[in-house]
């Protein structure tokens, strides 16, 4: 499999920087399953795609910090489905959704992780809410699905005392629409669709949200899919979603868009 990785990332090296993308490990999934399931999803929903693509990691361990990057330390693109977090799992699911080859995966890796494909890390889109600011294909549905919303002004980046969780960054001030976790209920459920992005909103200052995960409607009811940091998991599972998130702050909803879209 490294064999098959390496090779991808030699005819890639031409798009990223010197010393970027060289950690790349596709774990347990076959370079031919990722060929067929980009044939097999052209041209459908952006739900069925990430429904399917999103499967593929069940199971697959939880790690916390693999991104290779700090104000001082030389970004890297990273692709290991081996070693995800929330946020990493839905990069490669977003950017699998809109593959047709493995060439193609990588670079999509690039720009939905980076601000125009750019791999540095004050590129990098830190905060779920880049991703509707970024130039993804996905947009914010929270107002859509929630009988009741919440918007709050933010300013990301910026810590309670002043300081910044990342140096060099700069603040970003912005509203945040969020359903709060005890306002979640079926009428919420009956609006949200497969492969909707949910955010986990967060009280804490500079923060939008502190987890990730995706809406699925399971065979035994509605589930977040995530790679858990739950130390009875430790990996990517189906959470009961109302169970989930009825404890939390509350939801951020994105939706995800087709190409023309």
Known sequence: MMMLIGAALLT????AAADNGKNLDFYNIEEQQLVDMFAQHQGGTPGQSIKD????FLENPYIANRLVGSSDTQEKLVVDFGELDCFTYL????SLR???SVHNFIENVMYTRYVNGEVN???RKHFFSDWVHG???VSDVTHLVGNYVVTAPKILNQKEDGGHYIPGLGVKSRDISYIPGDRVDEDTLSLLEDGDYIGIYTNIAGLDVTHTGIFIRGEN???LRNASSVSTNMKVVDSPFLEYVKSKPGILVYRATDDNG
Do not use: A
């Open 12 to 15: 890639f090296s031409g798009v």
């Open 53 to 56: 693509f999103s499967r593929l």
């Open 91 to 94: 990069d490669y699911v977003e």
């Open 98 to 100: 809109h593959s047709t």
């Open 121 to 123: 890390y004050l590129t």
């Open 135 to 137: 130039g993804n294909k």
């Open 221 to 223: 009811g509605p589930v």
